[in-house]
């Protein structure tokens, strides 16, 4: 019978362009590893959410400038610490038990590392937040 670690490790997506070699740093490795494959297989909820939290903020961001768009979603992954922990959650939840384990014991780089690779997720998707059609 397949444990929940072997579901969620079969679950991630493989990166092939992801480099792994001896000279890494341990977080530099987990991130590689185990953060890149997860915020990819998380992708289209990360773009859901923020989604979600445009809509909440009244919709500010779609009369932004495009440079001002991008400070935003810098802003709403760095300062809001409600919204930061949600994003933090949604990677967290599909660690595994050796995973978690390891990241208690840095946490904080970690997160640095995770919120970085989730802004920049959202970043390179900001095509997809265009002010949805008005239906009629």
Request: aromatic letters at 8%; a positive charge.
């Amino acid at each position: 019978m397949n444990t929940r670690d072997e579901y969620l490790v079969a679950l991630r997506p493989t990166l092939p362009n992801v480099k792994i070699n001896d000279r890494m740093s341990d977080e530099e490795r987990f991130q590689n590893e185990t953060l890149r494959p997860i915020a990819k297989l998380q992708n289209d909820l990360l773009v859901a959410m923020f989604r979600n939290y445009i809509h909440k903020h009244k919709n500010v961001f779609y009369g932004l400038t495009a440079h001002k768009r991008i400070d935003y979603i810098e802003n709403a992954v760095n300062r809001d610490q409600k919204f930061r922990n949600s994003l933090k959650g949604m990677i967290l939840g599909l660690f595994t038990i050796e995973e978690y384990e390891h990241y208690i014991t840095n946490s904080s780089a970690l997160n640095k590392r995770m919120m970085n690779l989730v802004r920049e997720r959202l970043i390179s998707n900001i095509l997809l937040f265009e002010k949805p059609a008005v239906r009629s």
